[in-house]
């Protein structure tokens, strides 16, 4: 079945340590996006790719890093700049670019700092 | 003042109950989601609308374009129901703006 895989489940980081999450999808979209989810707060756009080898900030990009090597792939690196990395990770693709399609999600991945 | 807002923020109910979750935004949209959260923390999108009325199951959505207004029914609530339940809208051209989500707790 095709889908999105976010690895790993749970990750902790130290402080001063980079991490990535990884995420594929095998469901051919061109659109991946990474999102973050805090206690109490609606989803908010890190980083979203629409194309291979393109992409673009969100509304909270500081910290983060991304990179769009592969069609399928769309891992996010939380940098030792973030200040406040804990939080739920989900990352999502859809085949519009435009946003007018729905999205597919991943299972997340929970960010905690030693 | 958020640009999509959504109420109740958490919602308790029987089995059986007839389930309200409303949705309101203040932005030009091409169409709004509806998305559940599922305790994990997993994410299934229930619908897309851009007018009128969907239904699946016992889950129905329904959206009024002019009064900016979208709200989600479950009819007959079960158990398996609970969960958070997101409202997202698509501003064209630019990725969803979400809500923060009614939490709903549906007990035998």
């Known amino acids: 079945d095709g889908g999105i895989t976010q690895s790993p489940k749970y990750l902790f980081r130290k402080e001063g340590q980079n991490v990535t999450l990884s995420c594929e999808q095998n469901?051919?979209?061109?659109?991946m996006y990474w999102y973050r989810q805090d206690p109490g707060q609606g989803l908010r756009l890190i980083y979203y790719?629409?194309?291979?080898?393109?992409?673009q900030k969100g509304d909270i990009a500081e910290g983060y890093s991304v990179s769009r090597e592969k069609k399928e792939s769309f891992p996010l690196t939380v940098t030792s700049a973030q200040k406040n990395p804990t939080a739920f990770y989900l990352c999502?693709?859809?085949?519009?670019?435009?946003?007018?399609?729905?999205?597919?999600f991943g299972d997340g991945t929970r960010l905690s700092i030693l | 003042k958020n640009e999509v807002e959504q109420s109740p923020q958490n919602l308790t109910a029987q089995e059986g109950e007839f389930i309200t979750i409303n949705c309101s935004y203040s932005?030009?949209?091409?169409?709004l989601h509806w998305l559940q959260q599922h305790p994990g923390g997993g994410i299934v999108s229930l619908f897309m609308?851009?007018?009128g009325k969907k239904k699946h199951g016992r889950l129905i959505a329904t959206i009024n374009i002019q009064e900016k207004h979208s709200s989600l029914h479950i009819t007959a609530s079960h158990p398996r129901d609970s969960a958070v339940y997101i409202c997202?809208?698509?501003?064209?051209?630019?990725?969803?703006?979400f809500g923060k989500g009614t939490t709903l707790s549906v007990s035998s």
């Open positions: 932005v030009g949209i091409s169409a």
């Open positions: 609308l851009s007018s």
């Open positions: 997202a809208v698509s501003p064209a051209g630019t990725a969803l703006i």
């Open positions: 790719s629409q194309i291979v080898n393109d992409f």
């Open positions: 469901l051919n979209h061109d659109a």
């Open positions: 999502a693709s859809s085949p519009d670019r435009a946003g007018g399609q729905p999205q597919h």
